[in-house]
């Protein structure tokens, strides 16, 4: 997803707001009025936010192969 939006995306980390865990009807209803597809777009931007150039890594797969009595 290397979109001219992504690349012009920046976090102002100056700005934040504080409230609490447990009041999200307003959180709640502005979630559901977006299609499944921005919501996906959004959990990417969090993503990336969170991982920076490591999110373009594939994600290892680890194969265990295990006996049973």
Do not use: C
Not at 14 to 36: G, H, I, M
Not at 45 to 69: C, D, F, S, V, W
């Amino acid at each position: 997803m290397k979109s001219k939006k992504n690349k012009l995306l920046r976090l102002d980390k100056t700005a934040f707001s504080v409230t609490s865990a447990f009041d999200d009807s307003e959180t709640t209803s502005f979630w559901l009025s977006k299609t499944p597809h921005e919501r996906l777009e959004y959990i990417e931007i969090l993503r990336r936010m969170n991982y920076g150039h490591k999110a373009t890594a594939r994600l290892q797969r680890i194969l265990e192969i295990t006996e049973r009595p």
